[in-house]
């Protein structure tokens, strides 16, 4: 195949189908190249010009994939929200990232019209009180390229583990969508991704997080067909692979756990051979689940480690059974550095914080100059990451800094305690963190959710912690076990450990 970008690909064969709908429906891309092109005409009579900005709230689908190809070819920013918010929450979003257009889906109008300012630059899908219908945008506009085309961005607002989230703002190229759709596969090249019709692409988490919105755009400008999930299930994975030969996928941690968990008769019901690079990230993935999954799926899981605001590193699967539990290398456009508290860089094998750079792309916290400041060491940043390289440069993570617990003053890391604990098979799902204790500082708190068919109670909590002899110091082993019906984690993985740690800290201060 001689070009890639969308754009391109979909002029050459508009009958390729680009798209499939979570309920089976099927988009050529000649009508989803159409559906743009009308939508970028439509918001330039609303008065959008480059530079500007559009917010949406929409499940996986085409919906939210025709918004996205629009704002990459007009020169605005896209920003996809998470569909968890609460109505404040949306619309410190829409009104810190000047939004000029609004989207709302009907399924979450309840919070979405909470957010809504300008009736007359807030459009729905389906019916949503006060808004204009989005086909209004599109109807009798033409299906022909708009003139002055530029590529636009997707502009990601983080978590805000502190604070209100922040837009990561990246500066316009100028230049042209098809050239910069072209150089965005990179990313998958970093991978050994091959370009072509026949692979197809699972979206298995929400299109909001940045990592999914990048690896399924990325994959539809190399021709890949884009598979939509619209709420994850393990056997639903692996019948959609079979069903739509995927070739390709972005998971977390979390979904391997689940997959790992069916019955060996459910995980083997599936013709699984499709598969070629499935990746993951977002999250450290225990030695042991890693393991399983590459018995169970072969030299096909690849890991990364990166963040919103740029990356990252890259472990092959041969990488990785060379070196278990890293998370790479840094890519070709990527550098990594470790430092101290000192911020001086450390030895091979030392912990530090992380710091990283993209080459070539720069970014802001938008409308925050001193956060975007406070990150930075000379023209490296970090999310507060801890890990160290080893001698022959592949990266390995240790925790985050703020999850970091110091008992009697060591510095002890929750995921290697987690990663521990989460081998075993009565355990679904675990976090760790650090309470408040009058004699050390802190004692060590493990909270767990039960495998189906293990019964918690002290029982087990005294099986999971036995497990951990000879794996761990037994100054590394949780003072407490407490068990919880379900994990609050967030759809792409990450867990919400501040909503489990917070109410044993409530009137204390943390030193971290």
């Known amino acids: 195949m001689g070009s890639l970008g969308f754009w391109r690909l979909a002029q050459d064969d508009p009958e390729w189908i680009a798209a499939i709908d979570p ?48 704002a990459l070819q ?27 257009a609004y989207f709302v889906h009907e399924r979450y ?32 506009r033409p299906d022909s390229p708009p003139p002055d ?121 599936y013709d699984l051979s499709s598969l070629r690079w499935m990746i993951h990230a977002a999250a450290p993935c225990p030695i042991p689940v890693k393991q399983q999954m590459l018995d169970w799926w072969g030299d096909v899981v690849y890991e990364y480690y990166a963040a919103t605001e740029g990356g990252g590193t890259l472990a092959t699967p041969g990488d990785w059974k060379a070196h278990p539990g890293t998370v790479g290398r840094p890519w070709p456009i990527s550098d990594l550095l470790i430092v101290d508290d000192a911020l001086d860089e450390v030895p091979a094998g030392t912990p530090g914080t992380i710091y990283m750079r993209m080459r070539g792309l720069g970014f802001e916290y938008k409308g925050d100059p001193a956060k975007t400041e406070a990150n930075r060491l000379r023209d490296y940043f970090t999310v507060g990451d801890v890990g160290y390289l080893d001698q022959e440069g592949f990266l390995y993570l240790c925790d985050r800094k703020a999850d970091m617990i110091i008992s009697g003053g060591t510095n002890i890391y929750p995921a290697e305690i987690e990663n521990e604990l989460l081998a075993h098979p009565k355990v679904a799902d675990v976090a760790v963190f650090g309470i408040p204790d009058e004699e050390w500082g802190e004692q060590i708190k493990a909270v767990v959710e039960a495998a189906p068919g293990a019964t918690p109670g002290p029982e087990l909590a005294a099986e999971l912690l036995e497990s951990l002899r000879g794996r761990l110091a037994t100054m590394k082993w949780p003072k407490t076990v407490d068990f919880i019906p379900e994990m609050p984690r967030e759809p792409n993985g990450k867990l919400l450990k501040r909503k489990l740690r917070d109410p044993y800290w409530e009137g204390r201060d943390r030193a971290i």
């Open 74 to 100: 007009a020169g605005w920013y896209y920003t996809p929200i998470n569909w968890h918010l609460t109505g404040p929450e949306i619309a410190h979003i829409v009104a810190d990232s000047e939004a000029k």
């Open 149 to 269: 085309r530029t590529a636009g961005v997707t502009m990601h607002y983080t978590s805000g583990t502190t604070g209100k989230p922040k837009g990561v703002r990246r500066p316009l190229t100028g230049l042209d969508p098809d050239d910069a759709a072209e150089l965005m596969t990179a990313l998958l090249a970093f991978f050994g991704i091959t370009p072509g019709h026949p692979n197809a692409h699972l979206v298995t988490s929400p299109n909001y997080h940045t990592a999914v919105t990048q690896f399924g755009g990325t994959a539809l400008h190399m021709g890949h067909t884009l598979v939509y999930m619209d709420r994850w299930d393990a056997e639903e994975t692996l019948r959609l692979c079979e069903r739509y030969r995927i070739t390709n996928s972005h998971l977390v941690p979390t979904h391997f756990k689940r997959l790992l968990a069916l019955p060996e008769e459910t995980r083997h019901r």
């Open 23 to 70: 309920d089976g429906t099927e988009h050529t891309a000649g009508d989803l190249l159409a559906r743009a092109n009308r939508l970028v005409h439509g918001l330039r009579e609303l008065g959008l010009r480059r530079g500007d900005g559009i917010c949406a709230l929409v499940p996986n689908g085409v919906d939210g994939l025709t918004l996205y190809l629009a």
């Open 109 to 140: 109008a309840a919070e979405g019209v909470r957010a809504a300012a300008d009736p007359a630059r807030c459009f729905a899908f389906g019916q949503v009180p006060g808004f204009r219908p989005a086909a209004e945008l599109t109807a009798g």
